[in-house]
């Protein structure tokens, strides 16, 4: 059956889309590798920086330019994601899906022969802006062309998918840096973009919603320029400068006050991109919250993980994305036996179980120095991901079946939205830690060097390596390792902390619902279909 035969929507274009068990998760299939694609986009880069910090390889780019053209693309994929809900409510996240595909396509091709940092920050942004139509449309597509017996599976396997990328994006950059150059870690998009498109063309459904949406181009300004400004003075802070210097404070004081006047303005439209009322949903809210609280760890842990494995044990960019991959494995399998588990458990014990497992791991870096197996460093990663794997799935599920059928495509931005936001402030909250306590632990080993090479080596650990090669100093080089894993313990007990504190938003905000259906204030109301999904 093609999808111009697909079963029609209820009254209200609210009810389901496919009619057979084979066709929805093939359905479910189409979306899941679009949404691979795009988490992969946002993770694949992180292994090409040294690559690209090369002049004579790569488009010698400073690190200031490096954290923008990472930054860039998180930064509009997250405040893009609001207009992708909007859109996807008004035009039907098919047609979104297909429009973020193609975007995606172009700007990884101008991405990947980009003459300078500048126009890679840029063609990244636009990446991002494809991602932003993307996620909120396959999780949608998921949601609704799934029957409500089986949307918590699909969810379980559409999250595992994109949690597996999260970790898989440097083992496919390393590998694709070992033989080519720097731009085919954006070109290798465009065929599966094309199996996308073809998949979309010959499977996914056309779902509309009686109720249609509008774009903001205000709102969706003010939260770019208020994430933007954010995360600036956040890497700021963590520079020579301190957290007290006005190149830090005034950034951040702005990006507030618009992030702030951003969501006063959305409570006041009829139809927001950014509907601050479904946060009166307690589970809605409280799941957002947590997963935000989830990738800010995920993120920043790969981060500093990436260095300690390259810096301090030496290993080549491809060795060290083998062993992250450990996490997507973990993530794999806690994905797929949450709905099991949550059935066992409920949702509100299986992912308060998830939390702890992975914060357990977060700190269990404090236990980690350069001689610690490799071995046990991918069975931690392992064991990580299997908790957050625990929680995505069947929280996302519960997210979303809180809300009104009409109301999946915001829903479905503001969870897209919570994962990269949680991504980029982790990276830029933690990074700026790691930098702190590395600037703090390893200045007393670099009095002796002249001013120059002295500030260059505050930088970071692969700076005072640098300068310790350039110097022939190999006294240096031990320093810059015991610096970087003092550096690390303390970030890591900073991110364990923050982990735990999602453990406890759940406990409080995931509480048993009553046997009846809740009447809801607005848009609160639980569909009695999906009823089944308790915490």
């Known amino acids: 059956m093609s999808h111009r035969t697909a079963a029609p929507a209820a009254a209200g274009g609210e009810g389901p889309a496919v009619a057979t068990s084979a066709r929805q998760w093939w359905t479910v299939a189409v979306a899941v590798l679009a949404q691979t694609l795009v988490l992969l986009d946002n993770t694949v880069l992180n292994v090409a920086m040294e690559t690209l910090a090369d002049p004579v390889h790569g488009l010698g780019a400073s690190s200031a330019d490096l954290a923008w053209a990472n930054a860039s693309y998180s930064l509009v994929f997250a405040a893009g994601s609001f207009a992708g809900g909007a859109l996807a409510d008004r035009y039907g996240p098919r047609r979104i899906l297909v429009t973020g595909l193609v975007l995606l396509a ?16 840029v063609t990244r942004g636009f990446m991002g802006a494809g991602g932003a139509l993307i996620t909120p449309a396959t999780l949608a597509i998921v949601t609704r062309a799934s029957a409500p017996a089986d949307r918590t599976r699909a969810i379980a396997v559409w999250a ?48 509309r919603y009686a109720e249609r949406r509008v774009l903001d181009p205000l709102g969706l300004a003010l939260s770019v320029l208020g994430l933007g400004l954010v995360v600036y003075g956040v890497i700021r802070g963590g520079r020579p400068a301190g957290w007290s210097s006005p190149a830090t404070l005034l950034p951040l004081a ?26 009166t949903e307690p589970r809605f809210a409280g799941g957002t919250v947590t997963l935000l609280l989830l990738f ?140 702190t306590a590395y600037r703090g632990a390893i200045r007393t080993s670099l009095t002796d060097l002249p001013p120059g090479p002295r500030q260059t080596a505050l930088d970071s650990a692969e700076a005072t390596r640098a300068v310790a090669r350039s110097l022939s100093r190999p006294d240096l080089l031990a320093a810059a390792n015991r610096a970087y894993l003092h550096a690390m313990y303390v970030t890591a007990a900073w991110t364990a902390l923050l982990s735990v504190a999602g453990a406890v938003l759940v406990i409080g905000y995931f509480r048993p619902r009553p046997s009846t259906t809740e009447a809801g204030s607005g848009h609160g109301a639980t569909p009695s279909s999906d009823r089944a999904h308790r915490g």
């Open 296 to 435: 800010f760890g995920l993120a920043g842990q790969l981060f500093y993980c990436a260095f300690y494995l390259q810096g301090v044990h030496g290993l080549s960019t491809l060795a060290a994305g083998a062993v992250m991959a450990a996490a997507a494995g973990g993530i794999v399998l806690g994905n797929q036996i949450s709905p099991t588990v949550s059935r066992l458990l409920t949702v509100r014990w299986c992912a308060v179980a998830g939390i702890l497992l992975s914060s357990v791991t977060f700190g269990g870096y404090v236990f980690f120095d350069a001689g610690t197996p490799v071995a046990w460093i991918a069975g931690m990663l392992f064991a990580q991901g299997a908790g957050i794997g625990l929680v995505v799935a069947p929280m996302t599920a519960e997210m979303m079946a809180s809300l009104p059928p009409r109301y999946t495509g915001a829903g479905a931005a503001i969870n897209a939205a919570a994962r990269p936001v949680g991504s980029t402030l982790g990276v830029a909250v933690l990074g700026s830690v790691l930098a």
């Open 106 to 121: 172009g700007a990884s091709t101008l991405a990947a022969f980009s003459d300078g940092a500048t126009e890679l920050t």
């Open 254 to 279: 702005v990006g507030l006050a618009l992030l702030a006047t951003f969501v006063m303005s959305q409570s006041r439209r009829a139809a927001p991109g950014f509907d601050v009322r479904l946060f």
């Open 160 to 207: 595992s998918a994109g949690g597996a990328a999260v970790a898989l994006g440097p083992v496919v950059g390393g590998a694709l840096l070992t033989r080519f150059w720097w731009g085919s870690v954006f070109l290798v998009n465009l065929p599966v973009v094309a199996v996308c498109l073809l998949g979309v063309w010959l499977l996914v459904p056309g779902l």
